[in-house]
């Protein structure tokens, strides 16, 4: 024999085909995948910069904070606003108003 046979040649076509095939849907599989992926790094990239500018407003508001009178609140401070501004009290407490 020499060369391949009828049958041998066509099984080897087939072959060859069935490879080309399957890599081609390798690689769609694979670009969609990169496509997508791309795409979800853009938004999480979008959401740290944002999440970023929030970090920096909240330092910011902190600074502003302790500069106030170089410590923040004091507990003390908080409650007197809390009771004052928004009539806050504890459970337990109990409140006496004079009669008019």
Request: charged share 35%; proline share 2%.
């Amino acid at each position: 024999m020499a060369g391949r046979s009828i049958r041998t040649e066509r099984a080897h076509k087939r072959s060859v085909i069935l490879v080309v095939i399957v890599t081609l849907i390798f690689v769609i599989i694979l670009s969609a995948a990169i496509i997508r992926l791309n795409r979800e790094n853009r938004i999480l990239i979008n959401n740290n910069a944002v999440i970023e500018e929030r970090i920096t407003e909240e330092k910011a508001k902190k600074e502003s904070l302790e500069a106030k009178d170089g410590k923040g609140l004091t507990k003390q401070d908080a409650e007197n606003i809390a009771r004052d501004r928004y009539d806050l009290v504890y459970p337990d407490e109990i409140i006496l108003t004079p009669e008019e």
